[in-house]
């Protein structure tokens, strides 16, 4: 359609261009609400199905502090899966609706948790780099537009940096022991590299959501920036552990002051976004069992309600 | 009217938008709609806010000051939940 922008559209832009916060009661586009639902309920569902990659290694971690630290982390899942839940439903949607979605393969979540957790170095690894890339995005989403979003994001991004370190330093400790020790911390390196760098998604010039996200201040970093950051920082955390950069290709850039990175395997991010990653089904099979097996607990839940309620219909 | 057939509202104010509402006191009124005018009156005079949320006193369930220490003590010995817990090399940069 090709009509003008209306009074409240243009009303809407120019609150966004000022750098105010939309929130829930605001006049907002469906095309906003519609995206932003879909950012945000994505970002949820990642939350919630990345607990199972780690929560995979909690009975088999080294030592009872490294299980303490990893069910500290995988709680934090939850608790981020439950604010951008929430924030998701001030939208006008229900909790009920964003799980059957995800359920039914509607919704999306990060393509790197259809990723096996093999060994324990690849905990280290998911915290270093996989968190590490998730917190390149949460921070620059912390002034995103709208305002129940960029709340929940700083709340967060408070939280996340203790997962990024517990990661790091379980990679020091490997880096620094036994050969096999090391070469488990290069063999968990070399898988998870480049499926973090796809965290950030296709190239800004393939990417179907960015230049509206872009306007509407959903996003304010592109994906091709955001990726940079992380290449960039990840370069002296990689050599400090004394293990092999992945991508043979990179090379510092002094014109750019960046480094040029190789080519990332599209096809194989492609592939995984389809449903034909190692655990896409694994993850949302062990979902829905968990949801229906946790049935029970809702049902006690209504019907405490309803004892209560006619409890107190009988005392009035 | 006494005061007393008077409902406890507590109010909370947004200060600037993109921030959370904040608790700042509370207030008598004969509904919420009366709540809101008195809140602005009372709680907004030096343009504190943009925007403000009242809600029944009674309808607040609170943690109990008396039982702080047990109800909260779950976290008291999980340093590990802080990120200064993990010492980091300065040539890595910031995490």
């Known amino acids: 359609m090709n009509s003008l922008p209306s009074d409240l559209e243009r009303a809407f832009q120019a609150k966004i261009d000022n750098e105010y916060k939309i929130e829930p009661k605001d006049w907002m586009p469906a095309g906003y609400r519609k995206n932003l639902i879909r950012q945000i309920s994505q970002h949820a569902h990642s939350e919630v199905i990345g607990m199972q990659p780690e929560g995979h290694w909690i009975t088999r971690a080294p030592s009872l502090r490294r299980k303490a630290v990893l069910l500290a982390k995988v709680q934090d899942e939850a608790g981020h899966g439950l604010y951008l839940y929430s924030a998701t439903e001030t939208m006008g949607i229900t909790r009920a609706e964003l799980i059957d979605a995800l359920q039914t393969g509607q919704a999306k979540y990060a393509s790197i948790f259809n990723y096996p957790t093999q060994t324990w170095g690849d905990i280290g690894t998911v915290g270093w780099l996989v968190d590490g890339a998730a917190i390149c995005n949460q921070v620059s989403l912390q002034r995103t537009s709208y305002g129940p979003y960029a709340r929940s994001m700083i709340r967060i991004c408070k939280e996340e940096s203790f997962h990024q370190r517990q990661g790091y330093q379980i990679m020091m400790e490997l880096a620094k022991g036994t050969p096999e020790q090391k070469s488990m911390a290069q063999d968990s390196l070399n898988r998870f590299y480049w499926p973090s760098l796809m965290m950030f998604g296709p190239h800004d010039s393939e990417s179907a959501h960015s230049a509206k996200s872009m306007k509407w201040k959903i996003k304010r970093e592109t994906n091709d920036d955001l990726r940079q950051k992380f290449i960039d920082q990840t370069v002296p955390q990689i050599e400090f552990l004394g293990l092999e950069h992945p991508d043979k290709d990179l090379k510092w850039n002094e014109e750019r002051g960046h480094y040029d990175a190789g080519e990332i395997d599209w096809e194989e991010f492609h592939n995984v976004i389809n449903g034909n990653g190692h655990c896409n089904r694994q993850r949302i099979s062990h979902h829905v069992a968990a949801h229906e097996e946790g049935a029970w607990v809702r049902d006690a839940q209504n019907a405490y309600n309803a004892k209560m309620k006619a409890r107190r219909a009988e005392a009035a | ?95």
């Not at chain 2, 009366?34 to 907004?44: I, M, P, Q, S, W």
């Not at chain 2, 779950?74 to 995490?95: C, F, I, Q, W």
């Open chain 2, 1 to 95: 009217m006494s005061l007393e057939n008077l409902e406890l509202f507590e109010v909370f104010v947004r200060s600037s938008r993109g921030l959370d509402h904040k608790h700042v006191g509370s207030l008598h009124a004969e509904d919420a709609e009366h709540a809101l005018d008195y809140a602005r009156d009372c709680y907004t005079r030096r343009s504190e806010g943009i925007s403000i949320w009242v809600v029944k006193s009674a309808d607040i369930c609170s943690s109990q000051e008396d039982d702080a220490p047990e109800f909260f003590d779950p976290s008291d010995d999980k340093p590990y939940r802080h990120a200064t817990y993990y010492p980091l090399p300065k040539e890595v940069g910031n995490m």
